[in-house]
């Protein structure tokens, strides 16, 4: 065996490396605020979201932001006013470079944008905002790739501007399940009730699992030279989203291979979706003033706006063949082989887990999902 195989059965060196050229700038701000929204959520119930999107919806209205109001985006984006856009614009661009991944970016508006603003977003498209919503709903599903089919918020009548985000990731693994053996096992929710659900299983080179801290993470790429990874999150029995999905970004100076020459993960099949109402959260994000009567988004139109709201659905399905996911995020202005036993490390994520799916920096935290019911829905194999 040559010393890069040997490297790579010992686990020596858990997690890819960071691919050169990304922006670690922007994936430890996408961090941040996933981290800080994560502890928005108790863990009681399953959710996904896009911190990925959240951070460009946020980030594209914060390039408008000037006072108080950009300072407050600042310290939950790191960035504002023009180095806002110049973040986004650029952040974009490097999501883009990750293989089966879309991002797009859409205002529609019934108030003037300054040129100033729109030239500092040439990726964003602008649109008039009309008294329908039919042809935000088409955008909607085109830039998803049909995964979400409409706005998921109504428009109510005093809205003056509407951005919206949309992520979208269609990919295969670069070694898929077999369907042949997926086959029912327990999965304990986290009432501690028992259920047979539908579980794959596959064999992992130990590179592609790894501790840090009391979690386990076992990594699934996906197909492309720049392709995204999913890492799947198994904390300590009882630990909630907050603490354990970070872990899937952790740096890799805190991780540690796994002791093993083979690991046999086990994982069920599931799909997910949540609608996030946002609005209600952004003051415990330190966004207070963006809501209220002294917001201050000078730098894109003369008109006085404020956010009103911020809404985000979300979408995540992993089967035997690949990974879908998608996300929308609108915020909304209104006026003012056959393992030695004792080598095989069995990684089953039979009770309630994180799942992330990063970039192809394996960096940038796209989707963040917590499992702690019976995984919902039965497709067939390979669906």
Avoid at 58 to 67: E, I, K
Avoid at 85 to 113: C, I, M, Q
Avoid at 351 to 364: C, E, K, M, Q, T
Wanted: overall charge neutral; aromatic content about 6%; charged content about 20%.
């Amino acid at each position: 065996m040559d010393d890069t195989a040997r490297t790579e059965r010992a686990g020596a060196t858990p997690g890819p490396p960071v691919r050169p050229g990304a922006y670690p700038g922007h994936a430890r701000a996408v961090q941040a605020v996933g981290e800080r929204w994560l502890r928005q959520f108790d863990g009681r119930g399953d959710f996904v979201c896009s911190p990925a999107g959240l951070w460009l919806a946020l980030g594209a209205v914060a390039a408008g932001a000037r006072g108080g109001t950009a300072e407050e985006l600042r310290a939950l984006l790191g960035a504002a006013g023009d180095d806002a856009a110049t973040a986004v614009t650029s952040a974009a661009g490097e999501l883009a470079g990750t293989d089966a991944l879309a991002v797009a970016t859409r205002v529609w508006s019934r108030v003037p944008v300054y040129r100033a603003y729109r030239e500092a977003l040439p990726g964003i498209g602008f649109a008039h905002l009309g008294d329908g919503r039919d042809d935000i709903d088409a955008w909607v599903k085109q830039a998803t790739g049909g995964q979400i089919d409409r706005l998921p918020v109504p428009i109510p009548p005093d809205t003056l501007l509407a951005l919206v985000n949309a992520l979208a990731l269609k990919a295969r693994w670069q070694t898929p399940f077999q369907g042949h053996a997926t086959r029912h096992a327990p999965f304990t929710d986290a009432s501690g009730t028992v259920h047979r659900v539908p579980t794959m299983h596959r064999r992992l080179a130990p590179a592609d699992a790894w501790t840090t801290g009391p979690a386990r993470i076992a990594q699934l790429r996906c197909e492309g030279a720049a392709g995204a990874v999913v890492r799947l999150v198994l904390g300590a029995p009882g630990a909630g989203p907050a603490e354990v999905l970070p872990a899937a970004w952790a740096p890799r100076e805190a991780c540690a291979p796994v002791e093993a020459e083979a690991v046999a993960l086990a994982v069920p099949r599931l799909a997910l979706r949540t609608t996030t109402d946002v609005t209600s959260r952004l003051p415990a994000l330190g966004v207070r003033q963006a809501t209220s009567s002294l917001a201050d988004f000078s730098g894109l139109s003369p008109e006085r706006l404020a956010i009103s709201m911020v809404v985000q659905e979300a979408v995540l399905k992993i089967a035997e063949l690949g990974v879908e996911a998608a996300a929308v995020t609108a915020v909304l202005s209104r006026a003012g082989g056959a393992p030695r036993p004792d080598r095989t490390l069995r990684l089953a994520y039979d009770r309630p887990f994180g799942i992330v799916v990063l970039d192809a920096s394996g960096r940038l935290p796209l989707f963040t999902a917590w499992q702690s019911t019976a995984p919902a829905g039965d497709p067939a194999p390979g669906e």
